[in-house]
């Protein structure tokens, strides 16, 4: 079940390229599942991803200060209390009329400005009009993004914001790390060092067990063209009762640089070949986008059964640049 493998293991050694991909969390198939869920829930947006815009088309770079002529404290004046996230459509108020976010205002039993009472709830329209004539800065901001966007359109931007901070790449792992890319592979030798590491663009990623119950996820670095890629084979019940594997190759690195490389996955033997393309994708967007979209290479079990062996499967991994 557990592999020798240490972080950083090279597959010099290891003649034909072949390396166990490390099995991560298969222990237990509800906590797989339930980690799993708590990725997708991490970038659920799914739709907008598009390949590589960060922005809506209508988005405009301004200064966090707002357009030219416009003073800069009519924004903060949209400034929640409580979290300083901006309060934006619906605006509601307290009696004494104060405004605080409807996030915060949801875990809050009175208004944090004069402690009066937050309910009944009252909506202030002319606030809202005029948030509607306003640019509002990313809310990473603060981490170099330099756009301002109509209010409708900042969740869908900040879904995508290429400054928004990366999360643990791993899935299947309940590991609430986030922080900068160059932070990403340090933190993958710190914290997940069974994950075994292959060098070169032409490697076998070898799952093993992959009859084993539930949820499961297989992991494995390879890294070449002086860069680091996750391959992630998951099983997984997408559809009740019908139990399906997804494998994708995500990138270290942005989804500008993803755009430089192309991977190929590849079943072979007994006379039959499983062959998927794609552009990696970014870690940024993560394993559980990739299998919700099935923008990965998917099979059932029965077809997983005909390219295994002895419950093991090898899949070829080759990473090009294009
Ligand atoms: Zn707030
Ligand atoms: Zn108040
Ligand atoms: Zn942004
Ligand atoms: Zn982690």
């Excluded at 010099?12 to 990725?39: E, I, M, P, Q, Y």
């Excluded at 997708?40 to 405009?60: E, I, L």
């Excluded at 809310?139 to 330099?146: F, V």
């Excluded at 500008?256 to 007994?270: T, V």
């Amino acid at each position: 079940m557990s592999r020798p493998s240490s972080a950083g293991a090279v597959g010099g050694g290891l003649g034909a390229g072949k390396a166990g991909g490390g099995k991560h969390g298969g222990s237990g198939g509800t906590a797989a599942a339930a980690a799993a869920a708590g990725v997708s829930s991490g970038s659920s947006s799914g739709s907008g991803f598009g390949s590589g815009s960060a922005a809506p088309a209508s988005a405009v770079s301004l200064p966090p200060a707002g357009l030219p002529g416009q003073p800069p404290e009519l924004t903060a004046l949209f400034e929640c209390p409580v979290c300083f996230d901006y309060v934006l459509p619906p605006i509601l108020q307290c009696q004494a009329g104060h405004l605080v976010c409807n996030q915060c205002r949801q875990k809050l039993s009175c208004c944090p400005t004069c402690r009066g009472p937050l309910s009944p709830s009252i909506r202030n329209l002319a606030m809202e009009k005029v948030a509607s004539t306003l640019p509002f800065p990313c809310k990473y901001s603060s981490s170099g993004c330099l756009l301002s966007l109509h209010h409708s359109e900042k969740p869908d931007h900040e879904e995508v914001c290429e400054f928004r901070p990366y999360t643990c790449p791993c899935p299947g792992a309940s590991c609430k790390w986030h922080g900068s890319l160059e932070a990403v592979m340090p933190h993958l030798m710190h914290a997940h060092k069974s994950i075994t590491t292959l060098q070169g663009e032409d490697i076998v990623f070898l799952a093993t067990d992959i009859n084993l119950p539930g949820a499961v996820d297989w992991v494995m670095m390879q890294s070449c063209f002086s860069h680091h890629f996750m391959l992630v084979l998951e099983k997984q019940e997408k559809y009740e009762g019908h139990q399906q594997f997804f494998a994708v190759v995500l990138l270290i690195g942005t989804r500008k640089q993803a755009e430089n490389f192309a991977y190929r996955l590849e079943l072979n033997g007994n006379r039959r070949r499983l062959t998927w393309e794609a552009t990696p994708r970014s870690i940024h967007d993560g394993v559980a986008a990739a299998i919700m979209n099935s923008d990965c290479l998917v099979f059932d079990t029965s077809v997983a059964h005909l390219f295994a062996d002895n419950g093991n499967l090898g899949i070829n991994v080759t990473i090009s640049m294009c």
